[in-house]
């Protein structure tokens, strides 16, 4: 939750901090929105969209104008925006006040070329997309070779065309000229980099080896690959060049390969992913059984993990196995939300690998990629499951726990009291 509590009175404006072109909206569209998704996408276009004609600075809005234009909720909103904040794209601020005023200033994304070498964005994208499609994706953004070999350079200089002039006396004041703008990833990692310098070799200079570009990127191979300072000492010690600097592109390659040799060849993917815009149902149906495929639809696996822990931090077993099911079985978020809930409601709360990943393989076979399909299946096979039980009961068969979806007619209404009731249960996923 945001700590200021955003309501829709609150007033924004937004401030362009770069300059943006239509190149940025492909890199957004095609780079970043598999990694924050298209809600967090669909708010940077908003507010981008907000500047005035110069597109340096918007008028004041509140943030009714973005609930209405973008038809999300306060929280989806404060959600998007922190997936922007967290890879770079935008800083807010905010001035308290009886009705609270933020400054979004929005910064460029960074080139194709930086995000297909950066060491944390990269790994995320070819795992949320595969490697089918990262590779289309590297296609669009090549540039095709050219053999100039039987060319000759004739490109004139500056100075075979232009002569020097006396300088004049003008003070030339440039420092708020507009520019190209961009952040780094706004990681908070508790690595302590100081410790790892004072344990390295007194032999090796660290003022050469820990420059600001250096340190970063420790900092996020540590964050990526969950390693602590020994780990990253014992894989830095072997990437040294001989003038004492990091040999970059060894040392991302084996701080993968211990992470992928310690986690039986996987590289680290990310939870918290969302249904595909063009898999979900389409909005308009009112009915109980609707408002369930869109919370399935909406939510993150990580999400909705957590909500079964009281909005505590998952385990790393259920994590890892919610990860599985999206990279080894290749199933997508709504339709794993629907598979783990529907274990966790039918086993006891517990989460199973070999019920889980046995489900996990008839639906990949079954070619599930939507959360209404995943949830009919389920009924039909708990249904299945029942009646050959039924065959063998013995009496006083203890009630069984199904999910709140099974079951569930499709009607339109305007109950008021089916109403608060599918409020109350959509809390579970708040």
Known sequence: MDEYNLVPADTYIVFNKSILNNDDRKILSMLYQ???????????????????????????????????????????????????????????????????????????????????????????????????????????????????????????????????????NLALVNEDIRKYNKLSLNINSNFDLNFLIASMSKNIDTNKLFTKENRELIINMAFLYDLDVMKIQNILKGCLNERGGILKEEFRKACRNYYQFENGGLLPTLVDKTQPEYLRKPIGDTSKRAKMIYTFETISPYDLLSSKNDMGEPTRRDLKLAEDLIVEYNLKPGVVNVLLDYVLKTNNNKLTRNLVETIAGQWQRLKIDTVEEAMKVAEKEHKKYNRNKDQVKVHNKKEEHIPEWFDKEIKKTEDKELQAEMDELLKEYK
């Open 34 to 168: 598999p990694i924050v998704g298209p809600n967090a996408i669909m708010l940077y276009f908003s507010l981008w969209s907000d500047l005035d004609k110069t597109e340096i600075i918007s008028n004041e809005f509140t943030h009714h104008h973005l609930i209405t234009n973008m038809q999300m909720t306060t929280l989806e909103i404060v959600n998007a925006r922190k997936k922007l904040e967290a890879v770079g794209l935008i800083k807010t601020y905010v001035k308290e006040d009886s009705v609270n005023n933020y400054v979004y200033e929005l910064y460029s994304p960074i080139s194709a070329h930086d995000f297909f070498n950066h060491p944390i964005l990269n790994i995320v994208l070819y795992n949320n997309v595969g490697k089918m499609e990262y590779e289309k994706l590297i296609n669009y953004f090549k540039l095709p070779r050219i053999n100039l070999s039987s060319y000759k350079n004739i490109t004139s200089s500056f100075s075979d065309v232009y002569e020097t002039v006396p300088l004049t």
